[in-house]
């Protein structure tokens, strides 16, 4: 089975923070993506990368920036955190048009 | 370009009750159909896919016909459970991108 394991699954942080959050695939998926979901608003994406040092905005990427330096792991960074970007994020990975293995999510509170 | 659209929820249904969730999409080329279920708190996973005109896709007791002629993929269960309360989310990829397109999801509530 597909594992796609997020670092955390709860995040507390202060406006301002630079926050961190890590996503790594173990089945040498080339494309990997982040999601934002917001209750109503569905599944947002945020940035996709299909190859390592490579990656694409997505259609809200304004306040991240993601890092894929290793194939396996692909991390988004919010650069100075703020309150409305307060939410659940979502880590997936894929191999060429297959449908993408997401992982468990990150709950994320900015206060 | 790809747009998914599925009926809002909630939608509500009694245990042992028939589920219907509608799937609409518009697609530019001939696109693979698949429906997500993500319990709470947790992340989607992928409930079943189809990749071809009158393909069905069946796991868990739920079932999904990709209908060309109407551009649906509609999700049904005959007999739901509590255990299926969740976000179904429909979505579709099509061969000239690598970024699946899907809907906004809809939340199932079903009651004992």
């Known amino acids: 089975d597909v594992k796609v394991t997020q670092s955390s699954r709860y995040l507390v942080k202060r406006t301002g923070e630079k926050v961190f959050l890590e996503c790594v695939q173990d089945m040498d998926h080339e494309n990997m993506f982040w999601y934002r979901q917001d209750p109503g608003l569905g599944l947002r994406l945020i940035y996709f990368s299909y190859d390592v040092k490579m990656k694409e905005k997505g259609d809200i990427p304004e306040g991240y920036s993601v890092s894929r330096e290793k194939k396996e792991r692909f991390s988004l960074i919010l650069e100075s955190a703020s309150t409305n970007q307060t939410s659940m994020y979502l880590c997936?990975?894929?191999?060429?048009?297959?449908?993408?293995?997401f992982g468990q999510g990150t709950r994320l509170t900015v206060v | 370009g790809n747009s998914v659209t599925q009926m809002e929820g909630p939608v509500t249904l009694s245990e042992e009750a028939f589920l219907t969730i509608n799937c609409t999409y518009t697609?530019?080329?001939?696109?693979?159909l698949f429906w997500y279920v993500q319990y709470p708190g947790e992340g989607l996973q992928l409930l079943l896919k189809a990749t071809k005109a009158d393909d069905k896709g069946s796991n868990k007791g739920f079932e999904a016909t990709y209908r060309k002629e109407t551009t649906s993929f509609h999700l049904e269960k005959g007999s739901v459970q509590v255990s299926d309360s969740a976000v179904y989310f429909c979505a579709l990829s099509e061969g000239g991108s690598y970024i699946p397109t899907f809907g906004r999801g809809t939340s199932l509530i079903v009651h004992p």
């Open positions: 697609a530019t080329g001939y696109p693979s």
């Open positions: 997936a990975s894929s191999l060429g048009r297959a449908p993408p293995f």
